[in-house]
């Protein structure tokens, strides 16, 4: 049998940073920061270890808290500002060949200021270097945001601009069209991989034989200051954003439900309410998704109740319509989804709740299923683990009931 490589994921976080104090544990986006590089490690199906390397007692911790080892604490002449790469993990792996007698065949580097990350990358740079054995480093790029074949250097002497790259062929490239310019790429932070002998006998973290990854430049985040922090934040509210996110594990199918907990307001109604001029509320609902929640309780024994927080008649005329026992006025969902488990004897891993505001994801922990309507708030989108094709009120509900009852359909087929 062929031995799997020994893939290594080293992690370099300093204490010391200066633009963003603390930055590697700060919290990003609700996780400490360097929590985005060691969930990316730990979820690849090709590395066998992670590791970080830091000079920082409270960085090693927080670092052991969210799954990576620390054994050592990084030399403190290796945490300088001016402090190169390549030593550092020279260090590492001279100090894990030493005191373990562990040698890696390829290290990973993942950067912690590149934290939004697409999923598969590390593995896809891991599998790519491992298929090309000339490879000594595959690196992460994205295309060039400017062409750097129109960009300038100034002369010291006459202050004269000068172009900064000459193109064979093309007198004066930074008049020409881009599409006649070679195409060019930008490295980023998100993944490195490197063959341990590119480290230890060339003395390099690329060598001369370096292959591309190409990154969706979507995802292009690095993060030097607070507006790189916030505008990457920013990045994780687009939905077609897909990265790794240590707050985010998204949790299969149940293959068992015996309660579907359901908020009103965005999923049972768009979330639009119309007032007239006395003062009474009516709200949109879809019959589509009524026929669904008909059909879910006359062919399956699971039970339908809904979790609101409005203290409004027209939500219970609705449920009461539909057939459904309904909780109104619920500030605190997670308190009483714990009363009710508990008094009721509910069990908690065949609950599914549907929800589309921040309240809601007060109960995820709760339940064994959290589903959103496609039009739910970008956080509870993010953190869902089924987003729906429809939106609340016209078909979200009605989508999870087929989707439940062809569930249903199979398990009694096996059984």
């Known amino acids: 049998m062929v031995k799997p490589p020994e ?34 490690a730990l979820r690849a199906e090709m590395v066998t270890r992670v590791v970080v390397s830091t000079d920082d007692e409270e960085i090693a911790a927080v670092a052991r808290a969210w799954g990576a080892e620390t054994p050592f604490l990084r030399p403190a002449e290796l945490a300088q500002d001016d402090t190169t790469d390549y030593p550092v993990f020279r260090h590492a792996l001279d100090w894990l060949a030493a005191r373990e007698n562990y040698r890696p065949d390829v ?22 270097l491992l298929a090309h054995p000339e490879a000594d480093c595959v690196r992460g790029v994205v295309p060039s945001g400017q062409n750097p074949f129109k960009m300038w250097k100034l002369d010291p002497d006459s202050g004269r601009m000068l172009p900064l790259l000459q193109v064979e062929g093309i007198a004066e490239p930074y008049n020409a069209p881009r599409q006649s310019l070679p195409k060019t790429y930008w490295q980023t932070g998100h993944i490195d991989a490197i063959r341990a002998s590119t480290i230890l006998e060339k003395g390099s973290l690329t060598g001369e034989i370096i292959l591309p990854l190409m990154i969706d430049p979507r995802y292009t985040a690095d993060i030097d200051t607070p507006a790189d922090w916030e505008r990457c934040e920013r990045l994780l509210l687009d939905p077609q954003i897909q990265a790794v996110d240590p707050l985010v594990s998204r949790r299969p199918f149940p293959t068992r439900v015996s309660l579907l907990l359901m908020d009103f307001d965005g999923v049972l109604s768009d979330d639009l309410v119309f007032t007239d001029q006395e003062g009474k509320e009516a709200v949109r609902c879809s019959r589509s998704d009524g026929f669904g929640l008909s059909l879910l309780r006359e062919k399956t024994d ?11 008649p027209v939500v219970s005329a609705r449920c009461r319509k539909l057939k459904l026992e309904v909780f109104q006025g619920v500030r605190q969902k997670d308190q009483i989804l714990k009363e009710l488990t508990a008094a009721r004897g509910w069990n908690p891993a065949e609950i599914l709740y549907i929800g589309n505001d921040l309240p809601d994801l007060d109960v995820l922990p709760l339940v064994g299923f959290f589903a ?12 869902a683990d089924l987003i729906l094709k429809h939106k609340g009120g016209r078909g979200a509900v009605r989508e999870l009931c087929e989707r439940l009852l062809a569930n249903s359909h199979h398990n009694n087929l096996e059984t």
């Open 7 to 40: 893939v290594l994921a080293l992690i370099p976080a300093r204490g010391g940073s200066k633009g963003i104090p603390r930055k590697n544990i700060r919290a990003f986006a609700g996780a400490p920061l360097i929590a985005w590089s060691i969930t990316a």
């Open 107 to 128: 290290v990973v580097q993942l950067r912690p200021t590149s934290p939004v990350r697409p999923q598969g990358c590390v593995d896809d740079a891991v599998r790519l």
């Open 302 to 312: 699971i039970q339908a109740a809904v979790l609101s927080r409005e203290e409004n």
């Open 372 to 383: 959103a309507p496609a039009d739910a708030h970008p956080e509870v989108l993010r953190r």
